[in-house]
C-alpha cells in the first residue's frame, strides 16, 4: 500500500484546521509554553528553503511540549512594513498594502503546507492599524518618558532608498538592502535613547539561556569601556573634551585630532588660519559613510588646524589639532587625544605627518612600530607616573585629574542612540504634532491608531522628505496642547518597530484596550525558546530587549527579559557549498519539494541535514533517503502484532531511542535523533514485525517530525483519538545501559587497541582480557609490568619496563 503524501497531508491539514488543534488555550492554570520563531517579512519571492529549518525546528519543541501536557503558544505573523514593499509598489505602481496582503497569502500557504503548528487565531500583522496603534502608544511613552528625541544630526542617507539609515543598516559604506552607496547628511531626526539602557542591557545577559555566540554578539555591540574623560584647553582658552581608556598615556600624547563635524571648527572658524582647508576637508569626509572612515587599514588624512592649539593638561605641552574623517562625532565626544608610540593608527597617522612620538610604557622598539601590547608594562617619561605598573598608573592619574579638576573617571558605550525614522511612506506614522508655541506634541491617546493615508505618489522626495509631506490634508492639524495651527510629523517609523514587541501581542492579539491583557503577559511572558538567525542577534534582538526593558519599568510586563532563551540556526547553502541566490542559479524552492516528496521528507530533511547552528549544503540524494525510511514505516502497518509492550529483544533500544529523542530535541540535535529512530526501524525490519506498543512509541517520537504520516498510521492502527492529543513516551533510565562498552587499551599511556567488554566486567577480568589481546602481547612482550589502571567504561592502562 503506497503512502500517498499528498492526500494525506492535505487531510490532516484540513483537520487541524477545522478542529483549532493548536490554538493555544486561554487557561491560566495550565503549564505554559512560549515557543517562538522570528516572524518573516512577506516578500514576493515566498519562501525559500531557509524559512522551514527554524520553523520546523521549533514546530518539533512546540510540538513535544503539547505531548508533554504543556499549554502551548507558537504563533506567527507578518513584519510587512518596509522598503522592498515599498520599493515594488512603486516600480509597478501598485499600492503597497495590495503587494503585502498577496505576500501574506502566499507566505501563509506555504507555512501551511508545511504542516506548522501554528495558533493562526493569533496571527499578527505589522501593516494593520489595530497592530499599530500599539507600536504608536509605546512610542508616546517612549516620548513621555524622553526616551524618544528629534535632533539635528549627520546621518547616513541612502542615495538610491532615498532614506536615512541606522549605522547598523550600513553595511561596507553601502545600503544593506539595495546595495547603493550611503552619504552623510545633516538631518533633523528622531532618536530613541537606547544609550539609557546600555548597561542593563549587558547585566541582564546573565538572567538568560542564550547561546554563547548570540551573548558575545551582544555585548561587543554594546561595547562597554571604561576610562577617562579628561579636560584638554586651547590656545583660545576653549575646552577640548576627549575619552581615553588609557589615561596612564596622557604623557605620551603628541597631538589631537577631532572630527570633520566638531562643534568647534564652526565656533571657531575666524580664528582658524586655513578655514577653506578644513572645510574643503569636510566635504570630502561627507562624502564617506561610517564604516569607511574608521576602518583601520585605510590611508590616514588629515588636516591641520592653523592658528588654534591644544595644552595636554598633565605637562602643559603645547600640541597641534588635526582635523580628520577616522574620528567620528557619533563615539565618545568627537575628539581624542593620539599617542602614537603605543597606538598603530595613531602611529601611522604621526609618520605620514611627521609627528613626535614619545614612548611612555617600556617594552617596545618605537622607532619601528607602535607598542601596542603594553596593559602590562611600566611607565616611563611620565613625570608623576614614572616607574608605576599600568594598572597603578591608571589609578593615580584618574585621582590626579579629579583633583585637579582636568577629568573624571569614566564608562562609555559604543552603541549609539537608535535613529528612529524614515522618509518614505510604507511604515508607522509617528504620532507627533510640531506646533510653533508648544513645539512637539504628543497625539491624545485617544486619537490612536494614526493611520497611514492614502497619497498618489509613493516616491521619495528629491529635498529627502517623505512622500507624506506633500499630502496637505495630512500634515495641517491643530495642536492638541493649544489648539493653534500646527503640522503633523511626516516621517514614518523603521521597520523594526513593529518587530519589537511584536511576541507581546500574540499574548493577546485582538485586545481593543490594551496591547495585551496583563493577565496574559504576565501568563505568557517570558517567551520560553526564541529561535532565529545570527543576522538578527544585535539589531533586532537589542532593539526589542531594549523596548522590553521600557515597558517593563513602566509597569507593561512583569519581567525584565522578554526571552528566557535564544538559540539561532545556520544558513542552508546550496549543493556546490555556496550561499543560495538567483544570480548563482541554485536557489531552492521549498514548493517543489513539497510536491515531490511531501512536506513531511521536506521536513525531516532540514532537521537531517547536519548540525542545527551551523551552515550545511542542500542535498538532493539525502532527501531521497528521507522519503525511503518514512516509507519503510509506512510498511510496517503490515506486519504488526498484538501486545502493548516491548518484546525482550529490543526492549533495551526502545528505552534507549526514546532516551536519546528526547534528549537530542532539547539539545537542538535533530540529526542524531532521527538517527536513532533510523537505527531503531533497522532493529524492528530485522525481526520481521512490531507489536502495537512498539508501532505507537516509534509513532510518538517520530510525530513531531513527521506529523502527517504519523497520524494517519495512528489513526489506521485504531490506536484511538488524535496522536497530538496523546502522551509523550517515558523511558527507565536502568534498561538504557548496553550490555556491553568500548574502552581503549593502552600500554605505557600509547593506544594499541579497543576492547569490547562486558559493561559489568570487574577490573580483574578487563585486565586478563586486555593481556590475552594479541596487539598488547605484542607491545608488553619480554617487559616487566609496573602499574596497571583501570577506568571503568574508559581505558585499561598497563604500565610496564
Known sequence: MKYNFEQIEKKWQNKWDENNTFAAKNDTSLPKYYALVEFPYPSGQGLHVGHPRSYTALDIVARKRRLEGYNVLYPMGWDAFGLPTENFAIKNHIHPEIVTEKNVARFKGQLKSLGLSFDWNREVNTTDPSYYHWTQWIFLQLFKKGLAYKKKMAVNWCTSCKCVLANEEVVNGVCERCGAEVIHKEKSQWMLKITEYAQRLIDDLDLVDYINPVKVQQRNWIGRSTGAEVLFTTTLGDELKIYTTRPDTLFGATYMVISPEHPMIKERADKIENIDEVKAYQAEAAKKSDFERAEVNKDKTGVEIKGIRAINPVNGADIPIFVSDYVLMTYGTGAI?????????????????????????????????????????????????????????????????????????????????????RQRYWGEPIPIVHCEHCGAVPLDESELPLVLPEVDS?????????????????????????????????????????????????????????????????????????????????????????????????????????????????????????KMSKSRGNVVNPDDIIKEYGADTMRLYEMFIGDFEKAAPWSSASIRGCKRFLDRVWNLQTCVTDGAGYRPEIEGEMHKTIKKVTEDIEALKFNTALAAMMALLNTITATGSITRGEFRTLLILLNPFAPHLTEELYELLGYGGMLNQQKWVEYDESKCKDDTVEIVAQVNGKIKTKLTIDANASKDDVLALAKEDEKMAVAMAGKNVVKEIYVPGKLVNIVVK
Open 337 to 421: 587625544m593620539a599617542v602614537p608610540a603605543h597606538d598603530t593608527r595613531d602611529y601611522e597617522f604621526a609618520k605620514a605627518f611627521d609627528l613626535p612620538i614619545i614612548e611612555v610604557v617600556a617594552g617596545g622598539d618605537i622607532e619601528k612600530e607602535a607598542f601596542t601590547d603594553c596593559a602590562t608594562g611600566v611607565m616611563v617619561n611620565s613625570g608623576l607616573l614614572t616607574g608605576l605598573s599600568v594598572e597603578d598608573a591608571k589609578v593615580k592619574i584618574i585621582e590626579w585629574l579629579k583633583e585637579n579638576k582636568k577629568g573624571e573617571p569614566k564608562v562609555n558605550y559604543k552603541l549609539r542612540d537608535w535613529v528612529f525614522a
Open 458 to 578: 509613493y516616491e521619495p522626495t528629491e529635498n529627502g522628505e517623505s512622500p507624506l509631506s506633500k499630502l496637505d490634508s495630512f500634515v495641517n492639524t491643530t495642536c492638541p496642547k493649544c489648539g493653534g495651527p500646527a503640522k503633523r510629523e511626516t516621517d514614518t517609523m523603521p521597520q523594526w518597530a513593529g518587530s519589537s514587541w511584536y511576541f507581546l501581542r500574540y499574548c493577546d492579539p485582538h485586545n481593543v484596550n490594551a496591547l495585551a491583557a496583563k493577565e496574559a503577559l504576565d501568563y505568557w511572558l517570558p517567551v520560553d525558546w526564541y529561535n532565529g538567525g545570527m543576522e538578527h542577534t544585535t539589531l533586532h534582538l537589542l532593539y526589542s530587549r531594549f523596548w522590553h526593558k521600557f515597558l517593563y519599568d513602566i509597569g507593561v510586563v512583569s519581567c525584565p527579559e522578554p526571552y528566557a532563551k535564544r538559540t539561532s540556526h545556520g544558513m542552508i547553502l546550496g549543493e556546490n557549498g555556496e
